[in-house]
C-alpha cells in the first residue's frame, strides 16, 4: 500500500522548493526507507506508531488519529473499498497484543510544520536531554519498570508535545450549573428526544421554521446536520441561530471536514455568543462522497476526539489550543456520535470511552435496528465504566418506504435486521410501507425505553426530511416533556444573547 501513495502527496504544495540541509534530507530518507517498508509510515512528522500497534494511521483517508470513524467496517475502509480500514487492523493488533489501553491516549492534531520531516532528530534530541548513559541504562535495565519509565521518557515528550499533553484518563467537566435546556432534563433523570432537522438547500427558511415551530415543543433539542454527505446546504450555525430565535433548543452539528483549528474554534465561540450551546463533535462523512466535481479531500485538520479535547480545554480551562486565554470562556454541553454497529463492538466501546474522556457528556449514536445488538454494545461500554460517565440517546428513523429501508441496509454502520426487511416489503405489497416504518420506529422506541436507568437516557430521531412525523411519533411514544405546555416560552428565555 505505502509504495502507492507516498506520503509526499499530503505535503503543502511549497514543500519540495524548501531548502533542506543534506543531513536533514538524508535522515529523512533513512527514517522512511526503514518505518515505511515496516509500518507503512506516511512521514507525518508527529510520530505515534508505538500507541497504534505499530501501524501507521496516515492511511485513512479522513487522516484520523484517535481511532475508526463510525463507517469501519472488517471488510474495507467505507471512503475507498480498495483498502482496508487501517483503524480496523489498529484495533486487531493493538487487542492481539494486549495494548488495547494504548488506544486510549489522545493524540494531537499534525503539527503542519512538521510533516514530511524525520521523528528521529526529536528521539535523538530526547536520549540527549535524558543523557546517552543513563538513556541506555534505562532501556537496558533488569526493571520492566525502568526500561518502561525510560521509554516513555523519551517516546512520550516526542508524541505529546507541550502545547497539548494528551493523556488516557477521564476529565469530568467542572462543576457549573446546565448550560441547556437537554443538559438539565437529562441531568434531572427524563428520558429525553432530540429530532434533526435538515437544513434548507437555499436561502428560503420558511419551511424549516415551520419544521422548528411544529417541534421545538416536543423534544429537548433540535440537530442541524452540518453538510452530510460532504453536500453544501445552510450552515448549521445559521439554522442553530434560526432556531434560537424561534424559541427552540439547538444542537450544533459541526465536522472536522474541511475545517482548520482556527476556524472550528472561533466559529464555536461566535455560537455560543449566539445561544448555542450543546455542540456535537464529528468528523464529517468524507469530501469523497461530495458531487461533482469532486472537492479537495485532504483538509483533515482535526478528528471528532480532538475537537472534544479541544472545546472542553476552552470550557474548563478558558485557553485556546495555542494557550492563549479565554477571560470569558464559552459555556458549551459537549456532545459526540457512537456507533454500536460499526466494528465490532468492543472496538467500538473503546473508541466511546476515548471520546468520553476528550470531553464527550452525551452520545447520539447512529441508527439502531436491532436491539439484542445495542444491549451487546452498551455491555460492553459497561466493562468499560463508561456508563456513569456520559448520556446515551439512541438513533431512531422512522422508515417511509422500502426503498428507503433497503438504502439504509448500505449505509456504513447501519445494520437493519431481515425481519424488519421483510415486513416492509409485506407492508410494501400491501400499501402501507409508510404506517409499518412508523409502528416499527414506536416498537423500538418502547423496547429502547426499557434501557432507561440502565445507560440509555433518550432517543434521536433522525426523520431524513419527514420534519413533520416528528410530534406524532414522540406523543404516540409516550415521551412528550413533562413541563410540555410551558416548554415554548422556556425556550424562548433560555439563552439570551450574551452581551
Ligand atoms: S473506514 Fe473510516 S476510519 Fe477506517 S480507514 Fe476508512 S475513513 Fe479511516
Keep these: ?31 522512511y526507507s526503514v518505518k515505511g517498508p515496516l509500518f507503512g509510515c506516511r512521514m507525518c512528522g508527529n510520530c505515534l506508531l508505538q500507541e497504534t500497534a505499530f501501524i501507521c494511521p496516515m492511511e485513512c483517508p479522513k487522516g484520523l488519529r484517535n481511532g475508526p470513524c463510525g463507517g469501519s467496517t472488517p471488510e474495507h475502509c467505507y471512503v475507498d473499498d480498495t483498502r482496508p480500514c487501517i483503524w480496523y487492523k ?5 487487542f492481539r497484543m494486549g495494548r488495547e489501553d494504548n488506544l486510549l491516549e489522545v493524540l494531537p492534531p499534525l503539527d503542519w510544520e512538521k510533516v514530511g520531516t524525520d521523528t528521529w532528530r526529536d528521539v535523538l534530541r530526547q536520549v540527549a536531554k535524558i543523557g546517552v548513559k ?55 433523570g427524563e428520558f429525553v428526544v432530540t429530532s434533526e432537522i435538515t437544513p434548507p438547500l437555499s436561502c428560503k427558511t420558511d ?48 465536522s472536522a471536514r474541511n475545517r482548520s483549528r482556527s476556524n472550528f474554534q472561533s466559529e464555536v465561540i461566535g455560537a455560543a455568543v449566539l445561544g448555542i450551546r450543546n455542540i456535537l463533535c464529528i468528523s464529517g462523512d468524507s469530501a469523497r462522497l461530495s458531487p461533482p466535481p469532486r472537492e479537495k479531500m485532504e ?29 470569558c470562556p464559552p459555556k458549551l454541553f459537549l456532545g459526540a456520535a457512537a456507533s454500536p454497529f460499526a466494528s465490532s463492538p468492543k472496538f467500538q466501546a473503546l473508541r466511546e470511552q476515548k471520546k468520553v474522556h476528550a470531553g464527550a457528556q452525551f452520545f447520539q449514536t447512529n441508527l439502531v435496528f436491532d436491539i439484542p445488538g445495542m444491549e451487546t454494545w ?15 440517546l439512541i438513533g431512531i428513523t422512522p422508515i417511509k418506504s422500502l426503498k428507503m429501508a433497503t438504502m439504509l441496509k448500505e449505509v456504513p454502520g447501519v445494520y437493519v435486521p431481515e425481519s424488519i426487511l421483510q415486513r416492509m416489503s409485506a407492508a410494501n405489497a400491501a400499501g402501507n410501507a409508510t404506517e409499518e416504518g412508523v409502528q416499527i420506529a414506536l416498537e423500538l422506541i418502547s423496547k429502547i425505553k426499557a434501557y432507561h436507568g440502565q445507560g440509555i437516557h433518550g432517543i434521536h430521531l433522525m426523520p431524513v426530511a419527514w420534519d413533520e412525523i416528528v410530534p406524532r411519533i414522540v406523543s404516540e411514544a409516550g415521551l412528550t416533556p413533562k413541563d410540555f405546555e410551558h416548554t415554548s416560552q422556556e425556550q424562548s428565555n433560555a439563552h439570551p444573547i450574551e452581551k
Design 1 to 31: 500500500m505505502p509504495g502507492f501513495t507516498p506520503g509526499r502527496r499530503w505535503q503543502p504544495a511549497y514543500s519540495p522548493f524548501k531548502r533542506d540541509r543534506f543531513v536533514d534530507r538524508l535522515l529523512e530518507l533513512l527514517e
Design 90 to 94: 489498529i484495533y486487531e493488533r493493538s
Design 134 to 188: 543513563k538513556a541506555a541504562g534505562g532501556l537496558l535495565s533488569r526493571s520492566a519498570e525502568t526500561r518502561t519509565a525510560t521509554w516513555d521518557g523519551i517516546f512520550r515528550p516526542v508524541r505529546q508535545p507541550d502545547w497539548w499533553q494528551g493523556d488516557r484518563v477521564y476529565h469530568p467537566p467542572v462543576p457549573a450549573e446546565p448550560v441547556s435546556t437537554l443538559e438539565r432534563r437529562l441531568r434531572l
Design 207 to 254: 419551511k424549516m421554521i415551520r419544521h422548528i415551530e411544529a417541534t421545538r415543543s416536543y423534544v429537548s433539542g433540535l440537530n442541524f446536520t452540518d453538510n452530510a454527505s460532504a453536500t453544501p446546504r445552510m450552515t448549521s450555525w445559521a439554522c442553530g441561530q434560526i432556531a434560537v430565535a424561534h424559541g427552540a433548543e439547538p444542537v450544533l452539528q459541526i
Design 299 to 327: 483538509i483533515n485538520d482535526l478528528d471528532a476526539v480532538q475537537m472534544l479535547w479541544i472545546l472542553r480545554r476552552m470550557r474548563d480551562e478558558g485557553k485556546y489550543l495555542d494557550g492563549r486565554e479565554i477571560k
Design 378 to 392: 452498551l455491555n460492553e461500554l459497561a466493562k468499560r465504566n463508561v456508563l456513569d460517565k456520559v448520556y446515551i
